[in-house]
């Protein structure tokens, strides 16, 4: 037989093995384990930590400890307050302008957080250290400068009322 006449015959085998049906006597293959085992961290089961794609993922969130409305300790709260800040994971509303997280790292017990602002038809980045101090009804949010060491706030907040 030629070549030319070998490969229809070698195709109709081929394609007559894809239809048959499985031998009945034949053994059922062994179940495959297709489940990844999760470590408690996020991790998959292997030894390592989540992935950095989560790690990235809360490092540029605000911890939920300062989430809420801040004002002034002699603030009234209201939305007029001109020092009055709602704090969310990913942004911070202040009175006239807005920033967005782009990055948080921890500086002690607190954290300097990157903001993108943008208000008054202007855009700049600036990096905000939020540190709580005290506890309870005399709890304050301090707020300073990121990119220099810790101060005492002239304008420390008060945690407004739910």
Request: aromatic fraction near 4%.
């Amino acid at each position: 037989m030629t070549m030319r006449g070998a490969f229809p015959l070698l195709a109709a085998f081929a394609l007559a093995a894809c239809g048959s049906e499985p031998a009945t006597n034949a053994p059922e293959p062994a179940p495959v384990e297709t489940a990844i085992p999760v470590e408690p961290d996020g991790g998959i089961g292997d030894g390592a930590g989540p992935p950095d794609r989560l790690d990235t993922a809360l490092a540029n969130r605000i911890p939920t400890r300062f989430h809420g409305v801040w004002d002034h300790v002699e603030g009234s709260c209201d939305a007029a307050s001109d020092l009055r800040m709602e704090i969310s994971g990913n942004e911070i509303l202040f009175y006239e302008s807005i920033g967005t997280v782009t990055g948080a790292a921890p500086d002690g017990d607190a954290v300097i957080v990157t903001l993108a602002m943008e208000g008054e038809g202007e855009t700049w980045e600036q990096k905000t250290r939020l540190a709580l101090v005290g506890e309870g009804e005399s709890q304050r949010l301090e707020t300073s400068d990121g990119d220099l060491p810790r101060t005492p706030d002239d304008y420390p907040s008060k945690r407004c009322p739910a």
